[in-house]
């Protein structure tokens, strides 16, 4: 026997806000179950598993529309899915790794900035003075 449960046990049991179920259903990653002519609409094991694949799918940095498509994927029978999926995967671990990258950099220059600034008033603390683009005598951009 399936499991059926509401928009809120749903939305409970997998940690997110009845919104963002609502919101999948808008996006066209969950289908609506039909309304019942008494009673709210019930949500069986394949949406459970749904929602939580996006979910898992969103915390390694997949965005709803390739979730989507993930989606779909997922639904087909075709031998050549898993191939599909698999560029998929190498792609967004090409996109983190660009990501990485740009944190780092991002942390090197402040790190750099931290370790240099003086302490000792506004008018000389060189963060902000590198922060402010607008000023001719910073002396150093950021980017």
């Known amino acids: ?29 969950l289908k ?11 949500y069986d094991d394949e949406a459970l598993r749904i929602v939580q694949f996006i979910k ?9 529309d390739e979730i ?5 994927l997922r639904r087909s029978t075709s031998a050549a899915v898993c191939a ?9 671990v090409v996109q983190i790794d660009e990501k990485i990258r740009a944190l780092q950099r991002m942390r090197d220059v402040l790190v750099e900035l931290t370790d240099v600034c003086p302490l000792d008033g506004v008018e000389r603390c060189s963060i902000l003075r590198a922060l402010d683009v607008g000023d001719e005598g910073s002396g150093r951009g950021i980017a």
């Open 1 to 29: 026997m399936t499991a059926t449960r509401t928009i809120g046990k749903l939305a409970s049991r997998v940690g997110v806000n009845v919104e963002t179920i609502r919101y999948y259903h808008r996006r066209g990653l």
């Open 32 to 42: 609506q179950p039909r309304k019942p002519a008494v009673g709210a609409r019930h």
């Open 56 to 64: 898992q799918s969103q915390g390694l940095g997949f965005s709803l």
């Open 68 to 72: 989507k498509e993930l989606l779909s």
């Open 84 to 92: 599909r999926v698999h560029s998929k995967a190498k792609a967004k």
